[in-house]
């Protein structure tokens, strides 16, 4: 809402009193040595921070000069700007010192400049056509840099918008490493995915980040290490890959210093969901990088699945963007939504097709719609149609939010008489346990497992939902509590 022309008028004589000598009877100066005129009546006024310097006794009261080595003076001229007139203005407030900017705000205990600032933040998002993201994690490393790991609404926002797509689209320079543990702590204390990656993409992704921080030289021979995770999604999951490190002896010559910048973001990954042959061929041959106490239980973490279930890493869980109704949109790998007015469906890239393996999945119904259909598809000899209802088809099997279970129903609206388990709302998780032994598939609504819901499977399933506007949903590999 516009201020009416008095307020205006009003507004734009305060602004007149930033750094104007009348009347002036203190000086606020930054790190960078520069001072900023101002009036001990206002700052006592409109702010608690300057009150207990200046009428307290405290030494600042006696003083001509308040020094603030903590900030520069154009932070501290956004400060003084939002207590003379209530806002500041994009003159004022920059880009370039936003994260200084909202540290100074907390300091001093104005938590509707804080406001402000965000909502500048936003704005400067949506208005700007540079890549956000970087933009984003630039901001994020600065403010982690200013304040420490205290956290605010600031930083919950920027981890967020991190969190939400693909990590590897950041440029290793503009992550910390504060920046960087920061968000894989916050992601794995929420239990939820990693930014969208396999576990080998964020192992892969954090050693070429430590080795741009040495060098080019460094970066290039991780490179040349690493598979690409288009390598690793490409191999034969029913054969052993056959992948080396080459040059592998050039590691000697980082190893000390690559240990010390990527131990604490490691221990973040769950290496138990990368293929052991990559474990094996890939990651144990960088010694040291994971010390063998790790590589042994997570050997044996994978020994403890092997013949009983399938362990599979993200890329398994992975939605396909090229395998889905026209109105369905990747939010990211791992979340969809429907902007459809009838059902469509989407599967998952890969295919599950071992002969004796246990496989287990969650869906999160993130949004719900007029009715949620999980379930799983083939599309081995089939000419499929994604916009479509999945439970229509002969090549799907689904669980509706509705209660019930359908397979080649040939019907779109019911009657639906195969009644399962129970309803499942919104926020519910949706677990699918898949034995491709006995080619049987059965359903969980938060934990609570219900009976066998359809038998005789062909030997190649996907993943699959099948939803319309607004429905929302997160597929994430389902985390095996037994394992410690």
Known sequence: MQPNPAEAFLLKDKRTLVNN???SDIKIKGNDGKEISAHRVILAVRSEVFKRMLLNGMKESS????EFPEFSSDVLHVIIEYLYAGKVTEHTLTIEIV???FHSADYFLLEQLKLQIIEFFNNHLRNNTENKLNL???VLSRLLECMGSSDNEFI???????????LKSIEYCNLTVNALEYCLSNVKRKEIMLFSLSEYELFHYIILWAASGISEEALSFYKSCLPSSETVKSLDRNSNPLIYIHNIQGHAKYQSTMITKTSPLLNLVKLERIHPFIILNIIEPLNGLIDSKTLIDVYRKQALFAGKSAYFDCVSFQWDDKAHGSNIYLNNTSLITSNSSSHEWIRTTIPISRQSSIFEWNIMVE??????WVGICTEKGFNVEYNSWLGKQAYGWVFGSNGVICHNTQQENGPYTNKYGKEFKENDRITVHLDMGKRTCSFSINGKRYPIAFRDLPDEIYPAVSLKAPGRARIEPHQYNSIK
Do not use: G
Request: some cysteine.
């Open 21 to 23: 000598t009348l009347f």
């Open 63 to 66: 003083q001509e000069v308040i």
């Open 99 to 101: 994260a200084e900017a």
């Open 136 to 138: 984003s994690a630039k």
């Open 156 to 166: 919950d926002l920027l981890c967020d918008s991190i969190n939400s797509v693909s």
């Open 367 to 372: 949004e719900m719609c007029s009715c949620f």
